[in-house]
C-alpha cells in the first residue's frame, strides 16, 4: 500500500473544518492532504506515526500536522471504547492568498512553515490552546469560530513550547512516482514490523536491486532501512511497556526483535535507558 491521498470534506463557503471523531478505531491508513491538521486527542492511545517520527499517544495529545506530510494514528482502544478527537483542519491560504502574507499574520506563516516537520504542543500553550479550541467547538458564530482559530495559530507561531516531529522534511509531491514507492515502503514496514522482514523482501516490494533501494532509501530518509525498522519496532515496544500488560521479554519478540539482548541494545541505544526504566517512568 501506499500513503492515501485523503480528501477532506467541506462546504465551499467555509474557511476551515472543524469536527469531532469518534469511532472504535481512527482513520488507521497512513494518508496525507493539503490541508494543515490540528488534533487533539480527547480519548485514546496508541502509537502515532508522522513523516519519520514514531511515538507512543494518549488522552490530551495535541499535535499540529503540516500540509502533504503522511500521518496516521494507529489507536489501541477496545472495539468497545470509542476514540475521540477534535480535529481542526485548513489550507495554508485559508486567509486567501494575498492576506496570510501580510505582516500581521507573520506568526501564522512562522507556524505553517514549522509545521511541514509535524508539531507536538506541549505546556502553557497546550492549556492555552485547548481552552481556544473548547470555545471553537462551542461557538456557534462563524466568525468567533473563525477569530479563534487565528488567535490559536498567532499564539502557535511565538510558542517555544513547540516539539518537531518528524527529523527528514517528508511532505508528498503527489506527482512523484518515486515518492509513492519510499511511502508504500514506509506502511508496509508499519503493518508488519513484527514479522521478519529482509532487504530482499523490501527492494523487491519496490522493484529494485538491494543496493539500489539501500541508496534510495538513505538518500530519502537520512538513515538506513534497517534503522528506520528498528525505530518503528522501539516505538510498539514503547506502547506495550507503558500498557504494563506483557513482560519485557513478551514485549520484545511481540515488537519485531529476535532476542532480548538485540532489543535491550537497540531500546537504550533510542531511548537512553532500558526498557525496565522506561516502564517504570510511566508507574
Partial sequence: MKPIFKKVESQSEEAFVAKIDQFSQ???????????????????????????????????????????LPHVWKNQNDDSELAVAQVVQFLPSFLGNDMVRKIEFKNVQNL???????LKIVGITKDQVLLYLDFLF????????LITLIRILD???TSSDLIPLSKSLFMVKVDKQNVDRLNQVIDYTITNFA?????????????????????????RMKKTYVQY???VRIGMSCKLLIENKLSVHQIAFESGFVNMSNFNRAFKLTKQ??????RKSFQ
Fill in 26 to 68: 481512527f482513520y488507521n491508513k497512513w494518508h496525507f492532504h493539503p490541508e494543515l491538521e490540528l488534533t487533539h486527542i480527547v480519548k485514546g492511545r496508541g502509537t502515532r506515526f508522522i513523516g519519520d517520527h514514531i511515538e507512543y499517544f494518549e488522552d490530551d495529545d495535541l499535535i499540529l500536522v503540516g500540509s502533504n
Fill in 112 to 118: 505553517i512553515a514549522q509545521s511541514t516537520y509535524g
Fill in 138 to 145: 462551542k461557538a456557534n458564530n462563524s466568525l468567533d469560530r
Fill in 155 to 157: 499564539l502557535l507561531g
Fill in 195 to 219: 514479522a521478519r522482514i529482509t532487504l530482499e523482501d523490501i527492494a523487491s516490494l519496490s522493484n529494485m536491486s538491494v543496493s539500489n533501494f539501500c541508496k534510495y532509501f538513505k538518500g
Fill in 229 to 231: 525498522l528498528t525505530e
Fill in 273 to 278: 535507558m532500558t526498557p525496565l526504566s522506561y
